[in-house]
């Protein structure tokens, strides 16, 4: 980068501007440091504009607390924080290194059975979440949790995961002895596979609910087995768990649904402790 600052200084600065436009928000802030000139070519709009998302005023219209800036660079990075939009009931984020996008559907945005029957779900506010309202199970014997989104939103030619994000409580019972089915589906593209919703470290409490149910268990293993066995939740940076549903590849100008489901294997044994955020979208490296 140095060399080529080099051989560049005597460019105009809009045209290093155009140049650093086709690179990438990472390569753009190393690029400052290389001479004045890239400095403030690094710093201007047409830089940042290019890697705002092509609909970046429609997301910034729709956001729940305004946002304040003097300059596309610095709209880009406030949007590197997760931001909530369409009432607060998605959340919003650019990758600081590529721009690409990442949104999360709250549980609100969800379509999770029984959940308008207080017998089964309750929606409560917790301080841990982005959102104003979560989805608590009480207790159900079917578990079924969907979710969609449009791939025109979301950056092209980027493969990316579907992450359930939930918490486990210490006090939650009847959810790992079965496995739940996880898909994700996109056109012809479709990823399956099998899923735990365990606390790491619960294998005392697994063993004694598999004795439990053992039956059910047993008429189920042959089918986990087949499928390459089940995905457990792994722990997050900010105090939640998530377990990755699957993936998709979203090519270019692509605009098709994203259909992501998380649903219980027939058991219909009774379950609850299980508190659901949301689904997020973000690239896979």
Not at 27 to 51: K, P
Not at 83 to 106: A, N
Not at 224 to 236: A, D, L
Request: proline share 4%; hydrophobic share 35%; net charge neutral.
């Amino acid at each position: 980068m140095e060399a080529m600052g080099i051989g560049m200084e005597m460019l105009p600065e809009d045209c290093v501007s155009t140049i650093l436009a086709n690179t990438s928000p990472l390569d753009a802030c190393r690029s400052s440091m290389v001479s004045s000139t890239f400095r403030s070519a690094a710093a201007s709009d047409v830089v940042w504009d290019g890697f705002l998302p092509a609909d970046y005023e429609d997301v910034v219209s729709r956001l729940l607390t305004p946002l304040t800036f003097t300059s596309k660079k610095k709209l880009f990075l406030l949007l590197c924080n997760p931001v909530l939009i369409d009432g607060g009931k998605k959340s919003f984020k650019l990758e600081k290194s590529s721009g690409k996008v990442s949104y999360m559907l709250s549980a609100r945005e969800l379509s999770i059975a029984w959940s308008n029957d207080p017998m089964h779900w309750s929606w409560r506010s917790i301080p841990e979440s982005r959102f104003s309202q979560v989805a608590e199970l009480r207790t159900t014997d079917w578990l079924e949790i969907r979710g969609k989104i449009r791939t025109e939103i979301l950056s092209p030619n980027t493969t990316y995961g579907a992450y359930l994000v939930m918490k486990i409580y210490d006090r939650a019972y009847g959810l790992d002895p079965i496995p739940s089915e996880i898909s994700v589906a996109v056109g012809n593209q479709i990823s399956k596979g099998t899923a735990y919703l365990r606390r790491r470290g619960d294998g005392k409490k697994q063993q004694m609910e598999s004795l439990f149910y053992r039956n059910r268990v047993e008429m189920l293993r042959n089918r986990v087995q087949e499928e390459g066995g089940g995905r457990v939740p792994s722990e997050r940076g900010d105090g939640w768990m998530e377990i990755e549903l699957g993936e998709f590849f979203n090519g270019e100008a692509s605009d098709q649904e994203v259909k992501m489901s998380l649903m219980e294997i027939k058991g219909y044994q009774l379950k609850g402790g299980l508190v659901i955020e949301g689904i997020e979208l973000r690239p896979k490296d």
